[in-house]
């Protein structure tokens, strides 16, 4: 009995700081460090850094050094839009890698051509042929950067929100979607600026991030009350009756 009860504190005492270390760890990358990265993007994110080890990261680094613009945050808005995935669709109509809706990609005007195969999925064509969305979604985020005179937060909030929202509310929209946007985005981008490529590890992070922050109240509260049942439970003494 006595080594019944010594196994079973022994496991709530591992459950427990699982419990705990998984909590720290979800509320840190909720706050702390996705602050840090939102922190660091306002001022860093304009940094040019080539990116490789990520899908399309040729393409990316080229386009991107014809806009101007810093491969690891164009991957970054890719990464928060697509995951890198060049026929992603959104209920809105937003095609392939940097998600770009129909209107956006008649206002930029000409893209790179395509394939017959590929141009005729999609009205107007091309629009989930990687090259060309990349060309159209990067020339679109130059105008939004140039509109904000290189304040990229707020070009990123706009490639979102649109930039008429960000001008009505003269700087991020208040709303849930873009503020997770935004904060999806400065999370690529900070490990695509330090590391240069986003293992699959953070790539599920990112991808997931919604996921995480709605847990995250969740998983606090099961700390709290594991954490009182690991203190309420003991250590104590076991009576004489526990070994009769």
């Known amino acids: 009995m006595r080594r019944f009860l010594s196994a079973s504190g022994g496991l709530l005492a591992v459950v427990s700081a699982a419990v705990l270390l998984a909590t720290l ?4 990358l909720t706050t702390v460090h996705v602050n840090t990265a939102l922190d660091r993007l306002a001022r860093e994110g304009s940094i040019p850094r080539p990116v490789h080890g990520i899908p399309y990261a040729d393409l990316i680094n ?6 101007h613009l810093n491969p690891a945050l164009v991957a970054a808005v890719v990464a928060a839009e697509s995951g890198f995935d ?3 669709r959104s209920p809105r109509g937003a095609y392939g890698l940097m998600q770009v809706l ?3 990609w008649d206002e930029v005007g000409r893209a790179p051509s395509c394939s017959p195969e590929i141009a005729r999925r999609t009205t107007p064509a091309c629009m989930d042929d990687p090259a060309a969305n990349l060309a159209v979604g990067a020339a679109y985020f130059r105008r939004l950067v140039d509109r904000f005179h290189g304040d990229v937060v707020l070009a990123v909030a706009a490639y979102n929100a649109g930039a008429g929202a960000v001008l009505h509310h003269g700087g991020v929209p208040p709303f849930p979607e873009t503020t997770h946007y935004l904060r999806q985005v400065a999370l690529a981008w900070f490990h695509l600026q330090h590391e240069g490529t986003l293992t699959p590890f953070w790539l599920g ?20 009350v594991v954490l009182v049942s690991w203190i309420g439970a003991g250590p104590r003494r076991p009576s004489a009756e526990a070994f009769r």
Request: glycine content about 2%; aromatic content about 8%; overall charge positive.
């Open 102 to 104: 129909p209107t956006t």
């Open 62 to 67: 080229r386009v991107a050094a014809r806009r």
């Open 86 to 88: 060049p026929h992603a």
């Open 25 to 28: 760890g979800v509320v840190y």
């Open 205 to 224: 992070v990112i991808r997931s991030f919604d996921l995480w922050q709605r847990a995250r109240p969740m998983l606090v509260l099961l700390a709290v």
